[in-house]
């Protein structure tokens, strides 16, 4: 599948940009040319990116140290096979079984009469985020680490393989849930040979205020700690991240009605928003990779 690598910030959206990218030629989709680039946005865009890591990720204190970002992409394989080993149906495939009544013969998705896709999902997630502030300021959190001025701090998910996870999509409106919290509206993309039919959005940032929720939500089913889920909130409440915006490829679900199967795949980069921060700035990355059994 041919992707579009269309990197920008929101934040270029508003013009505070220093990089000119374009969109190659052939790019299947609707993505268009982009205006410029933060330079550290377009660098946490490329799938060797690095962002900021510090003590609890068992990096240096120091907030300029760097580590790569497991930019793992949907016909590529991240890095460090942290995300995917490929698309997302070879990341759900490696998951453990989500329990089916199977007395039936029966899938974990069916498709009502109402159009609307109901059952449960598994595959694997990433959820982590690197914070930088300037050591005077107040939102620092307590427990993270003062060095050249800046307090910073980690935080991520330690339950990478999810199961269990219930999904309603209604394939007219294009949104649903995906454990209980909102997801969508995604457009219409291509339909396969094999009749499986993609809903995705453009740009797939587009999706992230519902990822971010959703992908806590998911935690809260998964055994995450009440701490740690306190972490992400108060993170996302600094609102000192944005997403680097990739193609539609970045913020799907797909559809098979013969094999009664769904995935979904979002993968989000965050990269700092301009003017804030401290040192390096924040970063991270949410993601998901998820499918029917």
Not at 4 to 18: E, I, K, N, P, T
Not at 32 to 48: H, I, L, Q
Not at 215 to 226: F, K
Request: glycine share 14%.
């Amino acid at each position: 599948m041919a992707l579009g690598w269309a990197f920008v910030s929101a934040g270029c959206l508003l013009g505070a940009c220093g990089l000119t990218l374009t969109t190659p030629e052939g790019d299947a989709g609707p993505d268009a040319t982009t205006p410029t680039v933060d330079g550290a946005v377009a660098d946490a865009a490329r799938p060797d990116a690095v962002v900021p890591v510090g003590p609890a990720q068992g990096g240096d204190a120091n907030a300029d140290a760097l580590q790569p970002v497991e930019a793992s992409l949907p016909d590529g394989e991240a890095a460090d096979g942290s995300l995917d080993s490929g698309t997302e149906d070879a990341a759900a495939d490696a998951a453990p079984d989500v329990m089916v009544d199977a007395a039936d013969g029966g899938t974990s998705v069916v498709l009502g009469a109402d159009g609307v896709i109901r059952g449960a999902v598994g595959g694997t997630i990433v959820h982590k985020w690197h914070g930088s502030l300037f050591a005077t300021d107040a939102r620092c959190p307590v427990g993270s680490v003062v060095t050249n001025g800046c307090c910073v701090w980690d935080g991520t998910f330690a339950n990478l393989v999810v199961t269990n996870i219930p999904i309603v999509f209604d394939t007219a409106t294009r949104t649903g849930t995906l454990a209980g919290s909102p997801i969508g509206a995604y457009g219409v993309g291509p339909t396969d040979p094999d009749g499986t039919v993609s809903f995705q959005t453009n740009p797939s940032a587009n999706q992230f205020p519902n990822h971010w929720p959703a992908i806590e939500e998911i935690g809260l089913l998964s055994g995450e700690s009440a701490a740690t889920l306190a972490a992400s909130k108060e993170f996302k409440a600094l609102d000192v991240v944005i997403p680097v915006i990739f193609s539609t490829s970045y913020a799907r679900v797909r559809w098979n009605a013969a094999r009664s199967e769904v995935s979904l795949f979002e993968n989000h980069l965050l990269s700092r928003r301009g003017g804030g921060g401290c040192g390096a700035g924040s970063s991270g990355q949410s993601a998901w990779t998820l499918k029917s059994y």
